[in-house]
């Protein structure tokens, strides 16, 4: 089996392609995460977002104080559509015209 | 073919959980994790892109690699899931026996690079278009809707502690102690949180998942029963812990790699003994510790060259060219703090060297602060000033060892105590609407 | 294959022919267009600058659901649509990136009246004009999506052309191309000030820079009134949020996207399996202005899984992954605005295209080209010229906005 080293397991983010990332230009959080889909998958960040932080930061390609998280978007853990449904104030209840 | 069991039982198992057909012996305390591993299944999927198989690693419920289908319903967490009796459990997105991997090692010996992959020609871009859609996604549709209708219950409690681990634990107990109870709302079920110092007031099995600080209110629910639960508290304290982020090591991915921290909670929480070989990868202090607990030979990232195994970790190579053969591989990272609530609740966030984590004070006491992302600063303004105070404590607040926890929670209570004193609650707060 | 995602300190000419202020599809599109005339019929070459204030997709073209169709209720826009989805055909060889467009169709359900009418109304437009959508009974709608509760459906319409994208790398590949031609593309830079000139504008940047250009072209959507301001331009497009989500993603089981009339709800299936849904979210009861604001509401969660899980039971067990907000530049009848800005004919507006401007944008960058470029006219120009809205009154308004 090809030995690959993952930054992200949900999404499949190897170190590789985090590096590809970096060499084509991007050292933005935000940037990286859309480009790779590094964080997008349903752990959502969790695992990798810190490790990609700590990457950008011993390679010196931003400062610690500069780094930024990308957005911590709700939920932040599980919810089914059904039990949000519960939830609801204006549900339309017959079709209006 | 039948696996070696990697953890013995506490007692003779008296439950049986279906596992892709096969009958997996479980004790009363373990989750669907727990049992899986001490049976020695430790791959549970395969992953998205390089069809790679996947196990249970976390063992907390912060990664996105133990999702498996528990009667009917996709994608439920392993490690969250207590097992109960008969329940019929299936691995995702694994096809079958068949392995996948060897022929994506061949073709994308160097990665796959889904933005330029066969782009050219037309036609071939539209068969690869085709063939990832299949591959794509990890459960089937669930079965049915769930059996029960959705409810939703509103709290105001005049102290919500979000997290019933230790730190959570601790400071509930103190204020309870000082006349004032906090609503303590935890994910994992009641059935995962054995002990005798459980708080009176506890939402088990709720999962916190938002803070919207424009609606002025918190957000949980469960899915089992499936009940929508908003919070507006006064008082808000995140005993929510940290992450354990994964270590960039080769093959860190190989089903039986799993977090040392989660590994040792499991231990204590299930009453399990490891009957399997650990080796654990970390440095300082705490993988110092863990190591111990787990009765493990320690070894430091920088000493790894890979890690080996297909279908299992069986090993660490290091670089020095010993090979330490094992069962499983426990990683010790320096912990992440759980700060999405925080930042969600506006908090402002600062990177620490391990992780992300909010601002506070020595009590804990979180201030409002601009937004981190460029687009969403302006959001900062338009919102209300928040009808609650926001508190850290554990290892949000930046403690790591047991007694610097024991530390920011006590300050957390003496601080949140004078505070409750110079504001009394108004004579409806604690009532639930 | 080219990456160029722009950087914060790429340099920038002091003088440019056009300048584009905003990245996203739509000046990015647009940039990537004139530079292809610009070493052609347009002579001598064009200098282009595209000077975005984030980074890129971190705006409207990164924050939409990716739909694509052509069932609109006017023929100029069915015709515009037909053109973009054909572009759309072979895009991804063009820009060199995997654009992941699938044409699964888009299905619209009526379960009103008034809903059938608009339904019935369309298919004999587009049968008109060329596009094929038909009439479906519910049982027909069923047939194509298991899932749905069609007991409430009157009437559906099915158009197969109609599709979705991974809306991130049209705007990557544009922004890679138009790099490749001599644009320069900067990110992570703010116009802070806009200055006119005798000929042309100075921008004044928000690091101390200024360009000065002959030309610049408005391309920030919804947030293009703050610009237009400076130059007391005053034009009636408003932002309006938006909300949407993702849902866990699952092995493929929804080939269209389907858009509820009445509600205004929409969803289809992401490539990665993802359930990627939004709705019409009636305005908050506050009445306070959250146009420009960009954070989820839990109301908006409640309130768009109360009509999905009525409309397609099955997501009832179906799991949120993640929520997140785009703004939508909506112009008063629902027309962009397009074309040099009144008293200003050097500040070209590109703006106003009312939350379908992505799918839009194919078609629209190739034909402001030609029009920047080689000054040559299309019939929706004037429909969307910036000049209409002086006369007073607005002739028509485009009724199959969704969301």
């Known amino acids: ?43 959502q960040g969790k695992e990798c977002l810190s490790a990609l932080g700590r990457l950008l930061v011993a390679r010196g390609l931003i400062s610690p104080a500069a780094l930024r998280p990308f957005t911590a978007r709700p939920p932040v853990e599980p919810v089914t559509f059904g039990a949000l449904a519960a939830g ?3 549900v339309p209840e017959d079709p209006s015209p | 073919m039948p696996k070696a069991p990697l953890l013995a039982p506490p007692g003779p198992p008296t439950l049986t959980l279906r596992w892709d057909g096969a009958a997996i012996p479980a004790c009363p305390g373990d989750t669907v994790a727990s049992a899986l591993i001490a049976a020695g299944e430790l791959a549970t999927s395969r992953s998205a892109k390089y069809r790679r198989l996947r196990g249970p690693a976390c063992l907390h419920g912060g990664c996105g690699t133990c999702l498996v289908r528990v009667d009917g319903r996709p994608n439920q967490r392993a490690c969250l899931t207590p097992v109960r009796e008969d329940m019929f459990v299936e691995p995702q997105n694994t096809y079958g026996g068949l392995d996948p991997t060897a022929l994506v090692d061949q073709v994308f010996r160097r990665g796959i690079d889904h933005h330029h992959l066969v782009v050219y020609p037309r036609i071939a871009n539209q068969v690869m278009q085709g063939v990832a859609r299949e591959l794509a996604g990890f459960g089937e549709l669930p079965d049915a809707p769930p059996a029960e209708a959705a409810c939703l219950i509103d709290h105001v409690p005049e102290v919500m502690v979000i997290g019933a681990g230790r730190s959570g634990r601790a400071l509930a107990a103190a204020l309870a102690a000082a006349g004032h109870p906090p609503l303590v709302v935890e994910r994992r079920p009641a059935a995962a949180l054995a002990g005798p110092d459980l708080p009176t007031d506890l939402l088990a099995g709720v999962g916190v998942f938002a803070c919207y600080p424009h609606e002025r209110l918190w957000a949980a629910a469960s899915e089992q029963p499936p009940v929508l639960h908003r919070l507006r508290p006064r008082h808000v304290v995140l005993a929510v812990g940290a992450h354990e982020p994964t270590i960039p090591l080769a093959n860190n991915d190989l089903p039986g790699v799993v977090s040392a921290r989660g590994l040792a909670d499991m231990l204590e929480q299930t009453g399990r003994r490891l009957d399997a070989r650990v080796v654990v990868i970390g440095e300082g202090a705490r993988a110092e510790l863990l190591a111990g607990t787990l009765a493990a030979e320690r070894v430091a990232p920088a000493q790894v060259r890979k890690l ?14 010993r090979t330490l053969r094992c069962d499983l591989v426990a990683l010790a990272p320096d912990p992440a703090p759980a700060f999405e609530l925080a930042a969600q609740a506006g908090a402002p966030i600062q990177f620490t060297g391990a992780g992300f984590a909010p601002v506070c004070d020595a009590d804990g006491r979180i201030a409002a602060g601009p937004a981190a992302h460029p687009l969403e600063a302006a959001d900062a303004q338009t919102a209300p000033p928040p009808p609650w105070t926001l508190w850290a404590v554990g290892e949000l607040a930046g403690a790591t060892t047991p007694a610097e926890i024991r530390g920011t929670v006590a300050r957390c209570a003496a601080a949140l105590l004078r505070a409750l004193a110079d504001s009394p609650a108004p004579k409806d707060s604690h009532a639930r609407a | 294959m080219t990456v160029a995602m722009g950087r914060a300190d790429t340099p920038l000419p002091a003088d440019v022919d056009v300048a584009v202020i905003g990245g996203g599809i739509m000046g990015l599109g647009l940039a990537y267009h004139l530079a292809l005339l610009s070493g052609g019929k347009a002579r001598p070459p064009l200098s282009i600058a595209v000077i975005e204030r984030s980074y890129l997709v971190s705006g409207a073209s990164g924050r939409n659901g990716g739909g694509v169709r052509m069932q609109w209720g006017d023929a100029g826009n069915v015709r515009l649509m037909m053109e973009s989805i054909e572009l759309c055909k072979d895009l991804a060889q063009q820009l060199g990136i995997n654009l992941w467009f699938r044409q699964g169709g888009y299905l619209f359900l009526a379960r009103s009246e008034a809903g059938e009418r608009r339904l019935e109304r369309n298919v004999q437009l587009h049968a008109e004009v060329g596009a094929p959508t038909r009439l479906l009974t519910a049982a027909e709608a069923r047939a194509i999506v298991p899932q749905l509760e069609v007991a409430e459906v009157r009437l559906a319409t099915f158009n197969p052309d109609d599709g979705v994208v991974f809306p991130w790398a049209f705007v990557w590949g544009y922004a890679a191309r138009a790099v490749e031609r001599g644009v320069t593309l900067r990110t992570h830079t703010s116009v802070v000030r806009v200055e006119p000139l005798a000929r042309g504008y100075a921008l004044h940047l928000h690091t101390g820079e200024v360009v000065r250009a002959r030309r610049v072209v408005n391309a920030t959507g919804a947030w293009s009134g703050a610009l237009n301001r400076q130059l007391g331009i005053d034009l009636p497009n408003r932002p309006h949020r938006h909300e949407i989500l993702s849902s866990e993603p699952l092995k493929p089981f929804l080939d269209p996207l389907v858009v509820d009339l ?6 289809s299936q992401s490539t990665r399996g993802e359930l990627v849904t939004g709705i019409s979210l009636p305005d908050a009861p506050d009445g306070s202005d959250e146009s420009l604001t960009l954070h989820s509401s839990l109301r908006f969660l409640t309130h768009l899984s109360a009509t999905l899980t009525r409309l397609m039971p099955i997501t009832a067990a179906m799991k949120v992954l993640r929520q997140w907000v785009g703004p939508y530049d909506v112009s008063p009848d629902g027309d962009a605005i397009v074309g040099p800005s009144p008293g200003h004919p050097d500040f070209v507006q590109v703006c106003g295209f009312t939350g379908h401007g992505f799918m839009m944008a194919p078609a629209v960058g190739r034909l402001l080209a030609r029009w920047l470029g080689l000054g040559e006219a299309h019939p929706m120009l004037a429909r969307w010229s910036p000049d209409r809205f002086a006369a007073g009154g607005v002739a028509r308004r485009e009724d199959m906005i969704i969301g």
């Open chain 1, 88 to 90: 609801a104030t204006e």
């Open chain 3, 262 to 267: 009445t509600t205004g709800l929409y969803f």
């Open chain 2, 308 to 321: 080996l195994g297909a279908r299992r970790v069986k090993g660490v190579q290091l670089v020095d060219g």
């Open chain 1, 1 to 43: 089996m090809t030995a690959r080293t993952f930054v992200c397991r949900c999404e499949d983010v190897t170190l590789t392609e985090i590096e590809r990332a970096i060499a084509a230009g991007l050292s933005d959080v935000e940037e990286i995460k859309r480009y790779t889909g590094l964080g997008t998958g349903p752990c």
